[in-house]
């Protein structure tokens, strides 16, 4: 069983900048490609980014390109999301999740449906 967990969230004015991290334990010598959804009180749960297993394909929705930015250390099992300029509209809980492929995989996923295994969340506040 692949365990996460999510760090790094926080109040932060508008215009700050936050990183989270989502760090994995457990099954970690299998692959997985790794995203960050987010959960506002009253909306759906939406995908935020995602990152393949190499982390060299990345995707992000329309409403944080330009602002935010995913990567990971395989090294240490760890996944961030760096987030700049944040808008009072990123306010939400955040959650990584993890989808078990194999190592040739090359892309990663936008749908939740995809996703396996997912952290307990973290708080993000954005406010003046």
């Known amino acids: 069983q692949l365990q996460l967990v999510e760090s790094g969230g926080g109040l932060v004015q508008p215009g700050g900048s936050l990183r989270l991290s989502c760090t994995a334990s457990?099954?970690?010598?299998?692959?997985?490609?790794i995203a960050w959804f987010r959960q506002a009180p009253g909306k759906e749960r939406g995908v935020v980014s995602c990152?393949?297993?190499?982390?060299?394909?990345?995707n992000y929705a329309d409403s944080v390109k330009g602002r935010f930015t995913i990567s990971r250390d395989n090294v240490n099992n760890t996944v961030y999301l760096q987030m700049n300029s944040l808008k009072p509209e990123d306010t939400a809980v955040y959650y990584c999740?993890?989808?078990?492929?194999?190592?040739?995989?090359?892309?990663?996923?936008?749908?939740?449906?995809?996703?396996?295994?997912w952290g307990q969340g973290t708080q993000v506040t954005v406010s003046s």
């Open positions: 999740a993890a989808a078990r492929r194999s190592r040739m995989f090359r892309v990663c996923l936008l749908s939740s449906g995809e996703y396996t295994y």
């Open positions: 457990g099954f970690t010598s299998d692959y997985y490609v």
């Open positions: 990152i393949s297993i190499s982390g060299g394909y990345t």
